[in-house]
């Protein structure tokens, strides 16, 4: 580590009423970093307000053996990059921990670190922001505190036996802190492929529900799979090009791995490995676990997404005239199935000790009292510019293109709504609603609809595909 940022703490004999600044970015991890960058170069004041340390969740929110599932030559943020020795590696936690730490010290304005948002709320001119270590008073807020804010946990998980060690993968660190004995992992995204094959190698026997999922190899045709999302143009697909932006912003995580030793972790990966794979968890009645009988029709919808994926970027290779630098193309065997899937599972007969919950996160809301959520408690935004004057959000989903969420995602998007950003305080008219599709209320006041990677060739893909 390169050692802690300086918390920076007003004297209570300095302590107003509030304190004025343009912009709050709340949230110091690679999105409210790279905004902070970003409004630094317009000459925008603003202060970043983090609840805990810079970077906090990949610190202290993630497992121990977790690493990036993006090479190291895509780790980047405005104006910095890796520039280690392995940039076909993949960053541990601490590594990334001490990437952001180091950018954070390049950058000018004030990050409060150890200090927690309670509520925002409009005020005249603006927003008022309410911390634990006092008030605030500007004109925009930049929400960058992330998707993964509160695990989503099915309801049935209240009612599982006490004797059962239940817990999310915010609370799993390694398997050692399990129970002896099997473990049910519930999900089969990254992050529920990844711990199901870590805690089956730990020797306790595993058993993964799996629903809907997105497989992917971690290499195709002798290059990693992130060079042909990034290079085929498919990550900077946008949201206004997609038919139903909420469904793509809700797919699972691919089924990506990193590792010491690069390698594709998928379903026959894990039914090599000895793990049992069975339907989506649907129900619990009288102390037995209910499965649907989903399995085979999610893994071969999984496998044919594979192959269009694949002959989409051989495709585009063809077309690059790149045939003969790459390797010939190839297709992965499709997923193999039980011949009997169970169906259910007997608590009390003491074969499951561990309930793993690998459903996914969703953001935490309820400290922003303005009229921005739907039914369901998610934002409402344009490509992050939220449905209140001068209120925007970064780092999400599929917010602005596929990669908003990964670290060398935010740089676009934050340099997009900083100009936005800049209209807003300038006076220029702009509508920061929802619009539909070609609806594009960003390009209105300014904003360039393609990016320079545009003028080119790329992939672009519906979600049937």
Not at 395 to 416: N, Q, T, Y
């Amino acid at each position: 580590m390169n050692g802690d940022l300086p918390r920076r703490r007003f004297s209570p004999s300095r302590v107003l009423p509030y304190r004025v600044t343009t912009v709050v970015v709340i949230g110091a991890g690679q999105a409210g970093l790279a905004m902070s960058h970003q409004l630094d170069r317009r000459g925008i004041d603003h202060v970043v307000l983090e609840r805990g340390e810079v970077a906090n969740a990949w610190r202290h929110e993630r497992w121990d053996s977790l690493r990036l599932l993006t090479p190291n030559w895509q780790c980047r943020l405005p104006g910095f990059r890796y520039a280690g020795p392995d940039p076909d590696g993949f960053m541990t936690m601490p590594e990334v921990v001490d990437f952001l730490h180091g950018y954070a010290r390049k950058l000018s304005a004030p990050i409060h670190t150890a200090t927690r948002v309670m509520s925002v709320r409009p005020a005249p001119g603006g927003y008022r922001v309410v911390t634990d270590a006092g008030d605030w008073q500007c004109r925009a807020v930049v929400i960058a505190s992330g998707a993964c804010n509160l695990p989503v946990v099915p309801a049935l998980a209240s009612s599982l036996p006490a004797s059962l060690h239940s817990l999310t993968t915010r609370d799993y660190r390694h398997p050692c802190q399990l129970a002896n004995g099997g473990v049910l992992v519930v999900g089969a995204s990254a992050t529920g492929v990844q711990l199901a094959d870590e805690i089956q190698r730990s020797g306790r026997p595993v058993t993964l529900a799996v629903g809907e999922h997105v497989r992917m190899p971690r290499r195709y045709r002798g290059r990693d799979i992130q060079w042909w999302m990034e290079a085929s143009g498919l990550l900077d697909q946008r949201f206004d090009e997609i038919d139903d932006i909420e469904r793509a912003r809700r797919l699972p995580s691919p089924q990506l791995m990193g590792s010491e030793t690069p390698a594709t972790l998928d379903l026959n990966t894990l039914e090599t490995r000895g793990v049992q794979r069975v339907g989506r968890l649907v129900g619990l009645r009288d102390h037995t676990l209910q499965f649907s009988g989903s399995l085979a029709a999610h893994c071969a919808a999984a496998d044919l997404k594979l192959g269009r994926l694949l002959e989409t970027f051989d495709i585009w290779a063809r077309h690059r005239g790149m045939d003969n630098d790459l390797a010939p193309p190839e297709r992965f065997p499709t997923t193999r199935l039980p011949a009997s899937p169970r169906l259910s599972l007997d608590l009390n007969r003491g074969e499951i000790r561990t309930v793993l919950w690998a459903t996914g996160f969703r953001p935490d809301y309820r400290w922003l009292h303005v009229p921005v959520l739907d039914r369901k408690g998610r934002l409402k935004h344009h490509g992050g510019v939220v449905e209140a004057p001068g209120l925007y959000a970064l780092g999400l989903p599929f917010m602005r293109r596929r990669k908003s969420s990964f670290i060398h995602g935010v740089d676009d998007d934050a340099r997009e709504l900083s100009d936005h950003l800049l209209g807003y305080l300038a006076g220029y008219p702009s509508d920061s609603s929802e619009g539909g599709k070609g609806g594009n209320r960003l390009a209105q006041c300014g904003l360039p609809r393609r990016n320079r990677m545009d003028a080119h060739p790329r992939v672009v893909l519906t979600e049937g595909d």
